[in-house]
């Protein structure tokens, strides 16, 4: 069982890729493995007690959820993703299962340096032939062969992430070269959440691996290339979408909005909606009366408090301090609050929880801390920290 979820969680970037476009495969691999989670727990008798609360407290929001419920499919989207979040943060912030998922991709090392050049073949056809190109917003924006630009990106952040454990395993530094296609992609996506947290990635590791000369030469170069390139670098959909936010002064594009209606619904309800939530789906149905727009809150945080009230937050906040504790532990604090900085500023920017890519890659994140907290050495130039 615990085989079949690691296969599941290594290989779940091309399958994506693969089928996301015109087949929601989550539908079928996402209770599959809540059943996984749940069994790995209930085994466990360490486990048992706090499994048992939390499918108590799932069953007590869930029934209120239902009762006047708008929409079934929100409903159970939304409880399949918090739920698989949960026990996937859970489950990897014990130390058994996070060096168990690093020993498999060890010995599956090749076959993901194939899947994440597979990847990028494909996601380069989709560029080249403008097939993955999508009129959305104010323009056209990068989706690749993903619904939707966001969800595109997530994965694109993911294969950053799988490229950087490879290059660790096999130090072979022509796999570097995976990492334009994804960077370039989450460029054209236009999303800035990602897109972000892609940025803290590279900061991290350039300022612990690479020496502060080539870093001045680097960026240097960078600004060069920037003035005399200035009027193509303004056509690349994310700097068009920053442009757009500078000229109507709102980053937020409109979800300081969206929270306020959500909170101020969640003010009005009584004390046991409060405690447990009025349903996910009531999220979109407030949305839409109030805002003309049947959409999610764009926030973890408020999304997960209206929905399933102020102890599915709590539980929230539980297991994404149980894991940040065990990225200190397993490496050291400054790697380990960075990737919590990155997880919040995405739950905190657009959502985190209800992309399943980003979900399934949190083993991922385990592993490169891991790789990148310990024995270092500098990729370019001699010496290193």
């Avoid at 476009?21 to 996402?30: L, V």
């Avoid at 997530?154 to 072979?172: A, D, E, G, S």
Wanted: hydrophobic residues 50%.
């Amino acid at each position: 069982m615990l085989d079949i979820l690691m296969i599941l969680l290594i290989f779940n970037p091309i399958i994506s890729v693969v089928l996301d476009f015109n087949f929601d495969y989550y539908r079928f691999t996402g209770p599959v493995m809540t059943v996984i989670f749940f069994m790995l727990l209930y085994k466990n008798k360490k486990h048992r007690t706090k499994l048992m609360v939390f499918t108590g407290c799932l069953a007590i929001m869930s029934i209120l959820a239902l009762i006047g419920y708008y929409s079934i499919g929100k409903i159970f989207n939304h409880i399949l993703w918090y739920v698989n979040f949960c026990f996937i943060m859970y489950i990897f912030s014990e130390e058994e299962y996070i060096h168990a998922f690093l020993s498999k991709v060890k010995n599956y090392v090749n076959y993901l340096l194939y899947m994440v050049i597979a990847c990028n073949i494909i996601e380069l056809l989709f560029m080249i032939t403008g097939w993955g190109f999508k009129k959305i917003w104010e323009g056209r924006y990068f989706q690749g062969t993903n619904n939707m630009p966001h969800e595109l990106a997530y994965l694109m952040l993911v294969l950053v992430v799988i490229t950087f454990i490879i290059f660790r395993l096999t130090n072979k530094k022509l796999v570097l070269l995976n990492l334009i296609i994804p960077t370039v992609a989450i460029a054209l996506s236009g999303a800035r959440s990602p897109f972000g947290a892609l940025l803290i990635i590279y900061a991290i590791l350039i300022g612990m691996y690479i020496k502060p000369k080539y870093i001045a030469y680097g960026a240097s170069a960078a600004a060069i290339v920037c003035v005399i390139f200035n009027k193509q670098f303004a056509k690349i959909p994310m700097v068009k979408k920053f442009m757009r936010q500078i000229k109507y002064k709102t980053f937020s594009s409109g979800r300081t909005k969206i929270s306020k209606a959500q909170l101020d619904k969640f003010k009005s309800k009584d004390f046991f909606h409060k405690l447990f939530g009025m349903g996910d789906d009531r999220v979109y149905q407030t949305n839409l009366v109030r805002l003309k727009q049947e959409i999610w809150a764009h926030n973890d945080f408020v999304q997960v408090l209206v929905g399933k009230g102020i102890i599915g937050l709590l539980i929230y906040i539980y297991v994404l301090t149980k894991y940040t504790w065990s990225l200190i532990k397993n490496s050291n604090v400054v790697f380990g609050i960075s990737i919590l900085f990155i997880i919040i500023f995405m739950a905190v920017t657009n959502g985190f929880y209800s992309y399943r890519d980003i979900t399934f890659a949190i083993p991922y994140f385990s592993i490169f801390v891991m790789l990148y907290s310990n024995n270092r050495t500098c990729i370019v130039g001699k010496g290193g920290q």
